[in-house]
């Protein structure tokens, strides 16, 4: 099993930005896929971003095309989400997950991840 722990969140006014990291420990993270998602107040959680083992291949959700880019870093165990141009509809707890099977494809799919973090608050204010 590995543990996964965000951080980076905050209040940000719109149109500012903020890094959100994700560290991992225990079991490595290399090899996985790795996602961000988020959940708002009284909506259901959805994906963000997705990156796969390789660092080679990225996948975005169309909202934050352009603005959000995902990396990780293997030496470091951690993965990070760089958000820029923030909006007050970017506002709500951000989760880093690994998904399930080594060197899968990535996923925006919340079911195929199966460890997930306790989440970080991000507001974004008008």
């Known amino acids: 099993q590995v543990q996964l722990v965000e951080s980076g969140g905050g209040l940000v006014q719109a149109g500012g930005s903020l890094r959100l990291s994700c560290a991992a420990s225990?079991?490595?993270?290399?090899?996985?896929?790795m996602g961000w998602f988020r959940q708002a107040p009284g909506k259901e959680r959805e994906f963000v971003a997705a990156?796969?083992?390789?660092?080679?291949?990225?996948n975005y959700d169309d909202s934050v095309k352009g603005r959000f880019t995902i990396s990780r870093d293997d030496a470091k165990n951690t993965v990070s989400l760089q958000m820029n141009n923030l909006k007050p509809e970017d506002t709500a707890v951000y989760y880093c997950?690994?998904?399930?099977?080594?060197?899968?494809?990535?996923?925006?799919?919340?079911?195929?991840?199966?460890?997930w973090g306790q989440g970080t608050q991000v507001t974004v204010s008008s």
């Open positions: 997950a690994r998904r399930v099977g080594w060197r899968g494809a990535v996923s925006a799919s919340q079911r195929e991840y199966d460890s």
């Open positions: 225990g079991r490595t993270f290399r090899s996985y896929v």
């Open positions: 990156i796969s083992w390789s660092g080679g291949t990225t």
